[in-house]
């Protein structure tokens, strides 16, 4: 077989991709844990705490949760549908799809608030750990290079 066939029949594997549509949509390796959406659901609790280790899919599993359960900003009718089957199709072949109308029915249908800490860099936790004053990415490494600057000449 030639090497470039074979290059395309190897999966790739998802360094640094947090992001559970993109992950699907490139077709990279995904180990289904859609399952815990269901579990999320069963969940009697108020609040829930997911801890786990560092590198064992947090980022990717809220994503997961995020595209499930947002539902779609106003927009026209058209464009919101489309968008909402190629979410739909994300899931597909997955074990939630399996899961019953019970955890289909929440399927788009709630505001979500999603924060992700994962890209955050900083000295230390006074610096890097702070989210006053900043809005983008850039300008929270702005804001930290500049009191790391200032810390070191003051």
């Known amino acids: 077989m030639p090497r ?3 290059a395309a029949m ?3 594997v998802p360094l640094g991709t947090s992001d559970f549509l993109q992950l699907r949509e490139d077709e990279l390796i995904y180990v289904d844990k859609s399952l815990f959406l269901a579990e999320l659901l069963a969940d009697p609790a108020r609040v829930l ?5 560092r ?3 947090k ?4 994503s997961t949760a995020r595209h499930f359960f947002e539902r779609p900003p106003r927009a026209p009718a058209q464009q919101t549908a489309a968008k909402a089957s190629d979410v739909r199709r994300a899931f597909s072949g997955l074990a939630i799809e399996k899961a019953g109308e019970g955890v289909w029915s929440h399927f788009q ?3 979500v608030i999603f924060l992700t800490f994962k890209d955050q ?3 230390n ?4 750990g702070s989210l006053a004053g900043t809005g983008t990415r850039g300008a929270t490494r702005r804001s930290w290079a500049s009191s790391a600057t200032s810390s070191r000449q003051g």
């Not at 705490?49 to 280790?53: A, F």
């Not at 980022?59 to 809220?62: A, D, E, H, M, R």
């Not at 936790?125 to 890097?128: A, E, M, P, Q, Y």
């Open 55 to 57: 590198r064992f899919g």
């Open 125 to 128: 936790w006074s610096v890097g």
């Open 10 to 12: 190897v999966p790739r």
């Open 109 to 111: 249908r709630h505001p």
């Open 121 to 123: 860099r900083g000295p």
């Open 4 to 6: 470039a066939t074979m």
């Open 59 to 62: 980022t990717l599993n809220l």
């Open 49 to 53: 705490l997911l801890p786990r280790p």
